[in-house]
């Protein structure tokens, strides 16, 4: 049944995905800022177009690990998902080693984000977010907002694709300050 349940998340992101590719439309999506692109889904083959993920969205950007001490805020980051996603946020997980706490197996890591922490919102594949290696997304966010100091490093991104803020691993995802900022970001203040 464990093992079910990080499959059932991944199939959950790639209906969540299509659906979103297919609310797209034919034309292409042009954005802004460090969410362009795409990126390989975890656990799958398949990848997302993160500009058609976040279009018209707040997004939190978090780089995750699951070996981490700050590991339990998967818990918050799924809580301030669930508060606000109707309201327009979405959060994305991004898995990486680059601070040396994260699972060398995706079904790992995949276990940790959907069975124990009950995931909903989307993770991509592991890669590094600091140094020269960075995946394109945080080597966008952080010549903006500077590089993430560790695991669970948190940038929030405007509708607009532009970096608002960043939090560092020790605000917690339920912190006044984030849902602050989020609210004013999503009341189109931010």
Known sequence: ???LLPMLGAMMMGSLLM???AAAGQEATQCEGPLNGEQRILRSTDTANLCELTQNKVT???NTA??????GQFE???ALYQEYKDQGLTVIGFPSDSFRQEHA???DIAEVCFANFGVTFPMMSVSPVTGRNANPVFARLTAEKGPPGW????YLVGRDGQVIEAFSSRVHPTDDRIKAAVEAALNGQG
Do not use: P, W, Y
Not at 66 to 71: H, K, R
Not at 151 to 154: C, G, L, S
């Open 19 to 21: 659906a979103g590719n």
């Open 60 to 62: 939190l950007v978090v």
């Open 151 to 154: 695991n669970f490093h948190k």
């Open 66 to 71: 699951s070996q981490c001490g700050f590991t």
């Open 105 to 107: 197996d995706e079904d």
């Open 1 to 3: 049944m464990i093992r």
């Open 76 to 78: 918050g980051l799924e």
